[in-house]
Structures are given as structure tokens and as C-alpha cells.
């Protein structure tokens, strides 16, 4: 059973920063290329950030390039988001994602995800 768990989210001032955590257990993990996304209350699942199956390739959604910085430990079967100069509108619920196509390139869409984990909140204010 393929199982994505979360950690790390809260609450943050803006400009603070938090590191969001996801560690695979079921599946090979690093034959998956992997996601973060976002979304809150009333709004699509939008996709932050993407790495490939050895982090040749790392995408962002313009909204936290400079900002946020993705990064995977396949030794550990673990995924990494570093969230820096947090704003406001960063406030959401963040989750994991991965992609089982066999060298599936970035970023891929929430369709293109086929298994995902519950959840973290990340709440910044103002």
C-alpha cells in the first residue's frame, strides 16, 4: 500500500520560513517523479513544484521561484519543500505528489498525479 505523509506545516509570520516534508513508504521511490501543490478553499489544486526521478529537472510555478526550493533524499525515500520569505497568499493546504510514468518529466499536472498524501496546513500572516 502506497502511503505519502506530510510534515511541517503551521503557522508563520510573513517572511518567515517553514520546510515541508514527505516520505514515502509502498513504492520505489525513486523510480517516481515527484510534486508539490497547494490549494485552498474554493480553488483547483495548483502545482508548486516538481523534480524528476534523480533531480535532473526542478520546476516551480513562477509564484515561488527565488523562494521555495524542492530537493529529495532517495536514500531516505523522502521529499523536501523549503519555503522561505513566506507571504500571505502562500497560505494553503500543501501536498505530495507522485507521478508512477516511468521518467515522467516536470512539471506534471494534478490529473497526471497517481497517488497523493493528506495534507499539511501552512497559514502565514500578515
Known amino acids: 500500500q502506497v502511503q505519502l505523509v506530510e510534515s511541517g506545516g503551521g503557522l508563520v509570520q510573513a517572511g518567515g520560513s517553514l520546510r515541508l516534508s514527505c516520505t514515502a513508504s509502498g513504492l520505489t521511490f525513486d523510480d517516481y517523479t515527484m510534486g508539490w501543490f497547494r490549494q485552498v478553499p474554493g480553488k483547483e489544486r495548483e502545482g508548486v513544484s516538481c523534480i524528476t526521478r534523480r533531480g535532473g529537472s526542478i520546476t516551480y510555478t513562477d509564484s515561488v521561484k527565488g523562494r521555495f526550493t524542492i530537493s529529495r533524499d532517495n536514500a531516505k525515500n523522502t521529499l523536501y519543500l523549503q519555503m522561505n520569505s513566506l507571504k500571505p497568499e502562500d497560505t494553503a493546504m500543501y501536498y505530495c505528489?507522485?507521478?508512477?510514468?516511468?521518467?515522467?518529466?516536470?512539471?506534471?499536472?494534478?490529473?497526471?498525479?497517481?497517488?497523493w498524501g493528506q495534507g499539511t496546513q501552512v497559514t502565514v500572516s500578515s
Open positions: 505528489a507522485a507521478n508512477r510514468v516511468l521518467w515522467a518529466a516536470c512539471p506534471f499536472t494534478a490529473s497526471g498525479a497517481n497517488y
